[in-house]
């Protein structure tokens, strides 16, 4: 949440120079406040776990956020229970004429295919048209953020020589943006991906920002130039045993998998895992939350027509 300073105070221009949120006494006695509508696509396999994991991440803000849970319709889900899904998800069609403050598409479990031949495809690229328009802040996640990119920019994904496993340090290419404040200048993020995006080809487009990348993992988080739409390639969502559940999955299917990067002590796959991505997992999150939907955002969402 911002300070509320007056604006001749000398430390406001210096927290300002630091990327801290800073407001005024004019500006906030203009605020409105009504809680957030949070729609989140879930398109991963375990359907349960992850949106533990994401709630888990957006309750740590002070904002009241109103979360709504939907699936795709053209899609059966194999490894969640079905009376969970009737109980609480809804359906693109039960939600088209509706307005989100915010939209959060997830990873999925099928990067090795071109993205065509999911099965949900045509309706995926039907939410992200929609969301254009009836939704103020899309943040994509993983293989979301690569269907993101493909759908909206062309952008391709390519297929890596080994997976991108592990826990990855990371850099930030623009400081002054608000989805990384209070970012450590070295941050690490879980990656678990067969491909990735090409660097120079976003950096071609003039309407797309990298904010984060790694030496390593290649480019982690991508912005629009409206800071509307965020395609993040990593899974700061991830709990503390996510990636070892996989490893000894894969392991367990006879799979060729390594030892995840920087995850186990000394990569001994017997040790309690380090989880030293946590703090800049929530913080991403409550900068997503805080300062690039509720300080954005229309009060009555039926104004989003009109910046669509």
């Given at each position: 949440?911002?300070?509320?300073?007056?604006?001749?105070?000398?430390?406001?221009?210096?927290?300002?120079?630091?990327?801290?949120?800073?407001?005024?006494?004019?500006?906030?006695?203009?605020?409105?406040?009504?809680?957030?509508?949070?729609?989140?696509?879930?398109?991963?396999?375990?359907?349960?776990?992850?949106?533990?994991?994401?709630?888990?991440?957006?309750?740590?803000?002070?904002?009241?956020?109103?979360?709504?849970?939907?699936?795709?319709?053209?899609?059966?889900?194999?490894?969640?229970?079905?009376?969970?899904?009737?109980?609480?998800?809804?359906?693109?069609?039960?939600?088209?004429?509706?307005?989100?403050?915010?939209?959060?598409?997830?990873?999925?479990?099928?990067?090795?295919?071109?993205?065509?031949?999911?099965?949900?495809?045509?309706?995926?690229?039907?939410?992200?048209?929609?969301?254009?328009?009836?939704?103020?802040?899309?943040?994509?996640?993983?293989?979301?953020?690569?269907?993101?990119?493909?759908?909206?920019y062309g952008i391709k994904k390519y297929k890596?020589?080994?997976?991108?496993?592990?826990?990855?340090?990371?850099?930030?290419?623009?400081?002054?943006?608000?989805?990384?404040?209070?970012?450590?200048?070295?941050?690490?993020?879980?990656?678990?991906?067969?491909?990735?995006?090409?660097?120079?080809?976003?950096?071609?487009?003039?309407?797309?920002?990298?904010?984060?990348?790694?030496?390593?993992?290649?480019?982690?988080?991508?912005?629009?130039?409206?800071?509307?739409?965020?395609?993040?390639?990593?899974?700061?969502?991830?709990?503390?045993?996510?990636?070892?559940d996989e490893y000894f999955r894969?392991?367990?299917?006879?799979?060729?998998?390594?030892?995840?990067?920087?995850?186990?002590?000394?990569?001994?796959?017997?040790?309690?895992?380090?989880?030293?991505?946590?703090?800049?997992?929530?913080?991403?999150?409550?900068?997503?939350?805080?300062?690039?939907?509720?300080?954005?955002?229309?009060?009555?969402?039926?104004?989003?027509?009109?910046?669509?």
């Open positions: 949440m911002p300070i509320n300073i007056p604006e001749n105070l000398p430390a406001h221009e210096a927290l300002t120079k630091e990327n801290i949120f800073v407001m005024t006494d004019n500006v906030a006695s203009r605020q409105d406040i009504r809680p957030l509508e949070i729609l989140i696509l879930n398109l991963m396999p375990k359907k349960i776990e992850t949106e533990t994991q994401i709630l888990r991440l957006l309750s740590n803000t002070p904002i009241q956020v109103n979360i709504e849970l939907m699936q795709a319709a053209s899609h059966v889900a194999k490894n969640t229970p079905y009376e969970h899904l009737i109980k609480f998800y809804t359906t693109f069609e039960q939600v088209r004429d509706r307005r989100f403050d915010g939209l959060i598409i997830t990873g999925a479990p099928v990067e090795q295919y071109e993205f065509e031949e999911v099965d949900y495809w045509k309706e995926l690229c039907e939410i992200m048209e929609w969301s254009k328009t009836n939704v103020f802040s899309t943040f994509h996640i993983c293989w979301g953020a690569q269907a993101g990119l493909y759908y909206h890596l020589p080994a997976k991108m496993f592990g826990v990855f340090p990371h850099k930030i290419e623009i400081p002054n943006h608000p989805l990384v404040r209070g970012f450590d200048e070295t941050f690490f993020v879980p990656h678990s991906r067969h491909t990735g995006v090409d660097r120079m080809e976003i950096e071609s487009s003039p309407e797309l920002k990298i904010l984060t990348s790694s030496h390593i993992s290649g480019v982690h988080i991508v912005a629009d130039k409206t800071n509307r739409q965020f395609f993040v390639t990593g899974h700061s969502e991830y709990d503390r045993f996510t990636l070892s894969d392991l367990g299917k006879g799979l060729p998998i390594k030892v995840p990067f920087n995850y186990f002590p000394y990569d001994d796959p017997g040790q309690p895992p380090h989880f030293n991505w946590r703090c800049h997992a929530n913080l991403l999150f409550s900068n997503w939350i805080n300062y690039c939907v509720y300080q954005e955002t229309p009060y009555d969402l039926n104004d989003l027509k009109n910046i669509g």
